[in-house]
Each structure stands twice: as C-alpha cells, then as structure tokens.
C-alpha cells in the first residue's frame, strides 16, 4: 500500500494568512493527488484533483502543486470558513489511501 | 443539486450486524461507481469499499474483507454497505460518496456521514 503522509498535523493561522500543508507519498504517484476539506459534521467537500486542477465553485485562494512523491495544498488569505481539517488520497492504486490529515485552527 | 445523505448507523454490539444505506438525488447514480470511506474517531480518513455501475466489479480494504458486502439498487438511487461481525475499530463515521474521473479518481460528492458505534 502506498503510505500517505502529510505535515504538518496541525497548525494555527489568523485569517488572511497564506497557509501550506505538504504530503508525500512513499512512492511516485504522478500527479494522481486530491485534496479534501473535512468539517464537523459536514460532508467533506473536493477541493483539488489531480494535484492542481481546482473543483468548480471552490475558491481560487485554494490551490494544489506537486508531482511524484511530493505535493502542496497552499491556501491564501486564509478565511474564517477554511478553519477545518484537511486531507490528501492518492488515486493512484488500490487502496487509494489518505494522509492522516491537517488541522488547521484559529490563533 | 447533487445529493447523497446516509443512513442506518448506531450502536451495535461486537458481533453484531448493520446495514448502511446511502441515497443518491441529482447525480445519475446508475453512471456512477460508488464507494464507502470512514473515519475512526480522532483518527484519518480510510476508504473501505467501491463498487461499478452494475455491481460486477467490487473492491475492499483488507481489513473487512469477508465481513462487509458493498451493493446498490440502481432503481431506488441507493448505495448499501452490509456490515458483519463487527468489531470495535470498525466504529467510525461512515461517508459514501461518488467516484468521479476513471481510473484515477477523485470523489464528489460526498454524504455528511452516518456513525456507527461497536460497544458491548
């Protein structure tokens, strides 16, 4: 199975700030990556498919980079909506596995 | 709009059995493979089980193999996840949601979830 993980585990951010969060696969996936938005009790939203193409309606401040093994969900202007928990899955083969996610809270 | 709301979790006892369903409104669900994700409390996302449009291809996490069956009723919109012989660590959230972009997929939409709790 291809290992998913992603740094870092959390972190605070006050809105307007430009946010990173990395995830590496344990081996390349060329740019079969995806990026989810999970809040509490909420269905979890797409952000990004294959590492950077952003999903319809969601906001440009969202964007996806990377190829191979290493890939970068950045989030600028950090909004108060986007305090929440992140999460990649790699497409590339069976089971199509997710990093341990990336909590983003309010400082 | 593009719709898919869970159903069918709750408290259960090691052992014991579930069914999940999932109602589909607003995606073609019939065009669509389909698949099951969960989330263990305090813990990460994990896919569970997938399944094609008429039911021949299914996929499953190692984990509840033999234990979880994936279906779908193409005419009533609704995606199944059978669950038997429950365990402790299979209390989570459920999610389904839809497979989108062949083999290298994404998923979109997802449900809100439903939990599942395995406790004597």
């Known amino acids: 199975d291809i290992q998913m993980t992603q740094s870092p585990s959390s972190l605070s951010a006050s809105v307007g700030d430009r946010v990173t969060i990395t995830c590496r696969a344990s081996q390349s996936i060329s740019t079969y990556l995806n990026w989810y938005q999970l809040k509490l009790g909420k269905a979890p939203k797409l952000l990004i498919y294959t590492a950077s193409s952003l999903q319809s309606g969601v906001p440009s401040r969202f964007s996806g980079s990377g190829s191979g093994t290493d890939f970068t969900l950045t989030i600028n202007n950090l909004q108060p909506e986007d305090f929440a928990a992140y999460y990649c899955q790699q497409s590339y083969s069976t089971p199509r596995t997710f990093g341990q996610g990336t909590r983003v809270e309010i400082k | 709009e593009e719709q898919l709301v869970e159903s069918g979790g709750g408290l259960v006892q090691p052992g014991g059995s579930l069914r999940l369903s999932c109602a589909a409104s607003g995606i073609s669900f019939s065009s669509y493979w389909m698949t099951w994700v969960r989330q263990a409390p305090g813990k990460g996302l994990e896919w569970v089980a997938s399944m094609n449009q008429d039911g021949s291809e299914k996929q499953y996490v190692d984990s509840v193999k033999g234990r979880f069956t994936i279906s779908r009723d193409n005419a009533k919109n609704t995606l199944y996840l059978q669950m038997n012989a429950l365990r402790g660590d299979d209390t989570a959230v459920y999610y389904c949601?839809?497979?989108?972009?062949?083999?290298?997929?994404?998923?979109?939409?997802w449900g809100q979830g439903t939990l599942v709790t395995v406790s004597p």
């Open positions: 949601a839809r497979i989108v972009g062949g083999s290298h997929y994404w998923l979109d939409p």
